[in-house]
């Protein structure tokens, strides 16, 4: 009897015993796992952690190398228009990887009219680079006069012929060109002349079109036309065949050589990277040199 009372009264103060903190006294459930044994409660995203190799890859900005590539393989091209180019001094802003909005595609042919039509032969006249965007203007943008049949022309032994006759007619109420300003919604990325077409491919088709250079590299001797075809300068070339193979030069420097001839170096690329130097005498290659 004694002990039975002696633990009851032992419960009792134990129950309303003055236990700092603690307000409910409750059995564990029985589904909850022991601390030790939940590590994924405190297991943050992998991400917070990645460092170097292991952080998720962020696209690069455009390099200065990258933008000469596209200037070179680029600007000049020809193309076909697969939906009407908006005429307007600002531009028609397009996002990059994105379809073409056509509502506001039909908004800017109502205000400004089409500087071309689908199915018209157009050409790259001039690109500019931003922090965000790439501005890209056709048939001479927006902003002045241009006639296609001016600038389809190809030099031959130092002459130049038109090789197209016919030219869109275009008001003159309204610019002739178009200009298409082309939004990353963030800087730049490195980019090839390639991705660059793919991201214009909602307006512009660079693969149907033949144009007139294409059809003269085809007259040019074999030893030429190969060169061009592989991008590479050989002596012999004129000025012409130089600019097919590679495109415009950097940078150009004029010297006399110790006979008094003056001579011309295109150089192409900048050291430590691939540097190419051709020499000319007059409208001849005499000299090819590539550093390293």
Known sequence: MFRTATLA?????????????VYHLRPQPADLAPIGAMPELLTLPDFLFAVDGNAPAKPSKLKPQSELEIVRYVSGEFAKAVKPLPASKKGFHLEAGKPVDE?????ALMMGGAAA???????ITKIEFREKEIVIDINGGGRKRYRLRDH??????????PTVTTTSTVPNNRPPGATLVLNFN?????????DLKKDLS???????????????????????KEAIKDR???????????????????HKVRERDPNGVETED???GQPPAKTVFVTFIGDKVTQVRQFP
């Open 117 to 123: 039509n689908p199915g018209d032969t157009v050409q």
């Open 266 to 268: 295109w150089i192409y």
């Open 202 to 224: 909602g307006f512009l088709d660079f693969s149907k079109e033949r144009s007139a250079a294409v059809e003269w590299v085809d007259t040019l001797p074999p030893q030429f």
């Open 9 to 21: 009264l032992a419960t009792l103060l134990f129950t309303f015993a003055d236990v700092p903190q």
């Open 186 to 194: 963030g800087p730049v990325p490195d980019m090839s002349p390639d």
């Open 232 to 250: 590479k300068a050989i002596v012999g070339m004129d000025h012409e065949m130089v600019i097919a193979a590679l495109g415009r030069p950097d």
């Open 152 to 161: 389809l022309q190809i030099g031959i032994g130092g002459a130049s012929t």
């Open 103 to 107: 509502n506001e595609l039909r908004q």
